[in-house]
């Protein structure tokens, strides 16, 4: 038996089928890359019909390929992109219209709901909704974007979900919200478990214009497929669909960072570094700068997250006109550790993790004539590993990141060994690196657990190379990250957090 896994990325759409025990098929991975609509004013949105289309196109081309194979599949799951939003418009029998046109799914990196927050911020902190949702003042949230939107349309009209659930709406003709990413829209209070009514109501919504929240058992089945698809997908027919986890979550599960004091980083277009721990461990507020969403109803992720990484990377790549990898893979072996002479705050699109600043924008401070591309590209790659340093240093402060924990990092780093061990010395702790992809490897290992197919100790972490970090160097990176911090805060000195007065 073997188990679909589905990846709704920001960048691309991925499909491929996996062992129980979280091993790829390779003969089945889809790919279709997808982009958002960048608008001068913020915006970052796309076509909920059309990103559904590619993404059965997707789910279709495996699918034909498990067949050749031979493959049986028993269960489907999915890691999405977080904190998505898009609206259906409601029926008069307050029925969400499946086939009516929908807003925009407005993406994490929209940020023109960011004019709201100033004059939300006595709100925010006086019902002290950052120790009630886990979730900053921030327009990465639905918050955020409800209120703005609420200026431009009456959002009591329709019902509203992250992408991935209006997926569901579109294959079964119903949609519920997992705990994994109800807990990431800045909607939902974490000590019942259950969507604010507090804030829906100075919202001027109710239950009912958001997907009911349902337990992790809940399931669907193949057969409850809605046209074309029952027919289309006969391969999926006998399989459990699972709802939807948040891809950090799935990218802690496919790096079997599902425990206490394990932690996990993801380097992609964003960066994320998360630990996981049981829900009675969570802080009563998110560490200084970091959040706290569900990994399910037993489980907890507090972690934080950098709106520039490989995004940034592609920039330099492209404006400074690099050299191919291999050479600059050559030239950052050669460097020598930490002397660039730059200090740079990486903020080209917007900062999340750890101000949350809603006007931060980036800086290179420190050129001169003699600065040359290489320079700013491994200054670049300092400040990105200094700031997930910055991160692991806050949730070590809160006892949720033992000194000497290490970590399992996935994603870009994997490719450079290079770069792997600069971000060794930066964090200061041993790290495990691999080109796995572990958010699609965590939707199928979440389940296989959930159908008992297989016990966390018959899972094995991806081939992966160790680094353990230099002491001398560690304490270079320590002194480029102070100085970082110190023109950060002289820059952005506001608080933006929200925590209350």
Not at 293 to 312: E, F, I, P, Q
Not at 457 to 465: D, E, I, K, N
Request: charged share 15%; proline share 6%; hydrophobic share 45%.
């Amino acid at each position: 038996m073997h188990i679909l896994a589905l990846d709704i990325g920001s960048s691309s759409l991925r499909a491929a089928v996996f062992t129980p025990d979280g091993q790829p098929v390779p003969e089945t991975w889809a790919q279709r890359p997808v982009a958002p609509v960048i608008t001068t004013d913020g915006g970052m949105t796309y076509d909920a019909p059309t990103l559904f289309l590619h993404l059965t196109q997707v789910v279709g081309q495996t699918l034909r390929r498990a067949a050749q194979c031979g493959l049986s599949l028993s269960g489907v799951g999915v890691a999405t992109m977080m904190h998505s939003l898009v609206g259906v418009r409601l029926r008069p029998d307050g029925t969400a219209d499946v086939g009516a046109p929908t807003t925009p799914v407005f993406a994490w990196g929209d940020t023109r709901a960011e004019v709201e927050s100033e004059h939300l911020r006595a709100y925010f902190a006086e019902r002290r909704l950052y120790a009630r949702t886990g979730c900053p003042l921030h327009s990465s949230y639905w918050l955020l974007k409800l209120f703005w939107l609420k200026r431009q349309l009456n959002i009591a009209e329709w019902r509203w979900m992250s992408f991935a659930e209006y997926v569901w709406l579109r294959l079964f003709g119903v949609a519920y919200a997992s705990a994994s990413l109800a807990s990431a829209t800045g909607l939902y209070a974490r000590q019942s478990g259950d969507w604010d009514t507090d804030i829906l109501s100075d919202l001027g919504l109710t239950k009912h214009n958001l997907t009911p929240l349902a337990d992790d058992r809940l399931t669907f089945s193949g057969e409850q497929l809605r046209p074309p698809f029952h027919r289309r997908w006969g391969l999926l027919r006998r399989a459990t669909f699972f709802l939807p986890l948040g891809d950090g979550a799935c990218g802690n599960l496919g790096s079997l960072c599902f425990s206490d004091g394990q932690a996990a980083l993801n380097i992609g277009t964003t960066a994320a570094l998360r630990v996981t721990h049981t829900l009675d461990q969570a802080p009563a507020t998110p560490p200084p700068g970091l959040w706290t969403y569900c990994l399910d109803r037993r489980r907890v992720l507090t972690g934080g997250a950098l709106s520039n990484a490989g995004n940034l990377l592609t920039w330099a790549r492209r404006t400074l006109r690099l050299p191919s990898s291999s050479r600059l893979e050559t030239a950052l072996r050669a460097a020598h550790q930490a002397d660039t002479g730059l200090t740079i705050l990486p903020f080209w699109a917007g900062e999340r993790s750890l101000g949350w600043h809603p006007n931060a924008t980036g800086a290179i401070l420190g050129l001169r004539l003699a600065t040359d591309a290489l320079t700013i590209w491994r200054a670049l790659l300092e400040t990105l590993a200094v700031r997930l340093a910055w991160i692991a240093d806050e949730l070590r402060a809160a006892n949720l990141l033992p000194a000497d924990a290490p970590c399992v990092v996935s994603g870009g780093v994997a490719r450079s060994e290079a770069f792997a061990t600069l971000l060794c010395h930066a964090l200061g702790r041993p790290l495990y690196v691999t080109q796995a992809e572990m958010s699609a490897r965590g939707a199928a290992l979440w389940v296989a657990l959930q159908l008992g197919l297989v016990t966390p100790t018959q899972c094995a972490l991806p081939v992966g190379q160790w680094f353990l970090p230099d002491i001398t160097a560690r304490d270079n990176y320590r002194a480029v990250l102070r100085q970082h911090r110190v023109a950060y805060h002289q820059l952005y000195p506001a608080p933006t957090l929200g925590y209350a007065p």
